[in-house]
């Protein structure tokens, strides 16, 4: 929980490292027990060792495809997401400063034993390599991860329910970017900074500050590959864009496309397909977390029916759906397109 006003001068002329921007801003929450400090810094530890692996791809044995695996998602399963899914259970396992996790890669929630007498309040639910079938062509990927405070009691074990709740429930969210540098982006529902990994001294720096998406942008990100396959408002929204002149981008890694549209502007959709009618994208995993981001530096995320991604009430783990997200003014632009020519009741 945050507190009202509390407001933690960071300094502006020298280096700040992500170890140290986390104890500074620990103050601005009621809890204050270090518990979400830990585990932030976990979730930083894990990065920098995916990071290590993602930069060697290629030069050893760890592209392609795992020995016979698929996710519950019915995905083909790559070597490292297998590799950055352990990972990230490893270290956060280390500080026993959450009580269990839910993955992507993963059937069912997994519950991290207790570390001494500590009592963890705190899940953690990951992607741990989005967009990971870029890796074999050295494209882009990341990690992304929402922390929320459990509802049962710390006194004993976490259960499903404490995973599915809305993401307006979200304590903290971020992503890491594998991309020509690598950067950390979280948020805490204080605003949105990112830190970039200096590979000299392998920390995480603080590189750009209380990040505003801009209201407007000149590009959009769809796999226009499937225009054929959305409802009538998509492909109406689409021509438009292209009328304007808008760029299309679209790099098949949400984690990438997201950051563009942070720093630049722009909107990212994934809307219904037949081979996806609810939408490919899962709300837990990838929708609410880069959400929670997004609106936290300014922008809008919703589904195609005109409702909040953050307000969605999850029923299963692995749920899916469809996303319209990114600069605020473009997402009005689409609603109004939804709201002009969609067939379905809204
Ligand atoms: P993944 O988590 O299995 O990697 O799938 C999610 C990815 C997103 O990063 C990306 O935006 C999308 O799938 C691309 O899907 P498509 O190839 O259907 O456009
Ligand atoms: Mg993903």
């Known amino acids: 929980m945050k507190k009202p006003t509390t407001t933690t001068p960071i300094p502006t002329n020298r280096i700040v490292t992500l170890d140290e921007f986390i104890i500074r801003s620990e103050k601005d929450f009621d809890y204050a027990t270090g518990e979400l400090t830990g585990l932030l810094r976990d979730i930083g530890v894990a990065a920098k060792i995916v990071n290590r692996e993602v930069n060697k791809a290629g030069l050893v044995n760890i592209t392609g495809a795992a020995d016979g695996a698929a996710n519950t998602s019915g995905d083909t399963q790559q070597k490292l997401d297998v590799y950055a899914n352990e990972k990230l259970i490893e ?55 929402a922390i929320y405070r459990r509802h049962s009691s710390a006194d004993g074990p976490a259960t499903v329910d404490d995973f599915l709740q809305t993401g307006l429930k979200q304590v903290a969210a971020g992503y890491v970017l594998y991309g020509t540098s690598t950067i950390l982006v979280y948020t805490t529902g204080r605003g949105v ?23 407007n942008g000149k590009f ?19 021509d438009h864009c292209s ?3 808008y760029g299309l981008r679209y790099i098949g890694s949400m984690v990438s496309d997201i950051h563009r549209i942070l720093i630049q502007g722009g909107i990212f959709l994934y809307p219904s397909t037949r081979k996806y009618p609810k939408g490919k994208l899962r709300l837990l995993y ?13 922008g ?10 953050l307000e969605l009430e999850p029923k299963e783990l692995h749920q899916r759906s469809t996303i319209v997200i990114g600069s605020p ?4 632009e689409l609603q109004a397109f939804i709201e002009r020519y969609s067939a379905l009741p809204l």
């Open 193 to 215: 900074n990112a830190f970039t990994l200096d590979p000299s001294i392998g920390e995480f720096c603080l590189s750009h500050r209380n990040m505003r998406i801009p209201n």
């Open 243 to 245: 009328d304007q002149n």
């Open 286 to 298: 990838e929708c609410n977390p880069l959400a929670f981001i997004v609106e936290q530096a300014g």
């Open 220 to 238: 959009y990100s769809v796999n226009q590959g499937y225009y054929s396959k959305f409802d009538l408002e998509m492909r109406r929204y689409i």
């Open 91 to 145: 270290c956060l396992q280390n500080s026993g400063e959450c009580c269990a996790i839910a993955s992507e890669e993963n059937d069912d929630i997994q519950l991290i034993p207790p570390v001494g007498s500590k009592k963890s309040h705190y899940v953690v639910m990951f992607d741990p390599l989005d967009g990971s079938s870029n890796i074999d062509v050295n494209v882009s990927v990341g990690t992304i991860f």
């Open 329 to 332: 003014d473009m997402v009005d």
């Open 300 to 309: 809008k995320a919703i589904n195609s029916q005109l409702r909040r991604i």
